[in-house]
Nanobody, 123 residues
Framework: QVQLVESGGGSVQAGGSLRLSCASF????????MAWFRQAPGKEREGVATIASDGTTTYAESVKGRFTVTRDNPKNTLYLQMNSLKPEDGAMYYC?????????????????WGQGTQVTVSS
């Protein structure tokens, strides 16, 4: 069974940085799009960043210039470097994989999901 496991979440002061990781077990990620989503309590799940099989990236406007998504295909691992964190960035962060090389920001397009890692940003 395919499993995605996130790590790296925690509590940080505004302006600080965190790096999230997502490891894939039982599935090779090289040909597929992967993405990060986040969801705060009472809010809808929103796309944060995507990275296609060729390395092409997209970002939500709210994080553009502050977050960087990368992938290490031989390690089957996805990363999200988050800099200049703001309180509004606080949420549960999920990684996801869709079985296609091109990316989407719609959660409905992703087949596999991790269980999430919590990010809290203090003022």
């Amino acid at each position: 069974q395919v499993q995605l496991v996130e790590s790296g979440g925690g509590s940080v002061q505004a302006g600080g940085s965190l790096r999230l990781s997502c490891a894939s077990f039982g599935y090779s990620i090289g040909w597929y799009c992967m993405a990060w989503f986040r969801q705060a309590p009472g809010k809808e799940r929103e796309g944060v960043a995507t990275i296609a099989s060729d390395g092409t990236t997209t970002y939500a406007e709210s994080v553009k210039g502050r977050f960087t998504v990368t992938r290490d295909n031989p390690k089957n691992t996805l990363y999200l470097q988050m800099n200049s964190l703001k309180p509004e960035d606080g949420a549960m962060y999920y990684c996801a994989l869709r079985t296609g090389s091109w990316c989407s920001v719609s959660p409905q397009m992703y087949k596999y999901w991790g269980q999430g890692t919590q990010v809290t940003v203090s003022s």
